[in-house]
């Protein structure tokens, strides 16, 4: 598999010895599941294979770390309940340096995990038994939700808007937004270009999720924006996924912004149908 790995990591025409054109395997998106069921993963990877993804298996999780710094995989399919290591420690790990996009595999009844995956860095989420297509088609609109995402960071903060993905903690501001780039109310103020976001002065690091949600928001302060609108705007009209996801990132957002998050004053809940957020609350 590693050479097969090898011949697919560029694509085109070249000229080998003696002038002769040799054309090279395209580019496939590489895949590093983590599955410990022998009799699943099989079928996953014959499917995932015609389908053209590059897989490689991990049947533990110390296993699916040390093979994640090996291959390098452009998405990670990782089981919830896997052995040495669970999934949501792997997910952690990963999110420690890395923005790769991760789906959670998850057993049906296990809606407590999902939350605690999305909430450590998961961006999508699948149930078993799940259909191919279904899992396919969820693992590239993740991919085309992603591109060059971990090319594009650097020292100080990355295209996400954190620092290292997974970090919530805040400094007091170094570098404070430019005017007339800035949207601003109550105590916030977050630089859409540069990615910066200040609370009450102090820089936080946001997830790249969780910055393009408080931003849509404070675009429209004092409007209500439902809950289709915000999946729509956010994760795209091609989101496979129920709303859970959306609470998910909401309920972290305001454990950044929010005084007292548990007393939500700046993003209120309109229950059963969307999120506000209140300008007028400073």
Not at 134 to 157: C, F, I, K, N, Q
Not at 238 to 259: A, M, N, P, Q
Request: hydrophobic share 40%; charged share 30%; with cysteine.
């Amino acid at each position: 598999m590693a050479k097969d790995r090898q011949l697919g990591k560029s694509g085109g025409v070249s000229k080998g010895d003696g002038g002769k054109v040799s054309i090279e395997v395209p580019a496939q998106t590489r895949v590093l599941l983590a599955e410990d069921d022998e009799s699943f993963v099989d079928a996953l990877v014959i499917g995932l294979a015609r389908e053209g993804f590059d897989v490689t298996v991990a049947t533990d999780g110390t296993e699916a770390l040390r093979l994640f710094a090996e291959v390098e995989p452009d998405l990670v399919l990782l089981d919830l309940m896997l052995p040495r290591l669970s999934g949501i420690d792997v997910c952690r790990s990963i999110r420690a340096h890395s923005t790769v996009p991760i789906i959670m595999v998850t057993a049906k009844g296990t809606e407590i995990d999902t939350v605690v995956g999305l909430e450590v860095g998961a961006d999508d989420y699948v149930t078993k038994p799940y259909r191919l297509r279904e899992l396919v088609a969820r693992m590239r609109a993740v991919l085309r939700r992603t591109p060059g995402e971990a090319a594009s960071s650097d020292a100080g903060a990355q295209a996400d808007g954190t620092e290292h993905p997974g970090s919530t903690s805040g400094r007091k501001a170094e570098r404070r937004p430019e005017p007339g780039s800035v949207l601003e109310a109550g105590g916030i103020q977050v630089d859409v270009d540069r990615h910066l976001v200040f609370i009450r002065g102090e820089e936080v690091h946001l997830r790249r999720k969780e910055f393009e949600l408080l931003s849509l928001l404070m675009e429209n302060a004092g409007r209500l924006l439902t809950r289709d609108v915000l999946i729509d705007r956010i994760w795209g009209s091609d989101y496979f996924g129920d709303t859970k996801t959306l609470d998910v990132h909401i309920k972290r957002l305001r454990t950044h912004i929010e005084e007292d998050p548990s007393n939500p004053r700046l993003i209120t809940t309109i229950r059963g149908v969307g999120y506000r957020f209140d300008a007028s609350r400073d």
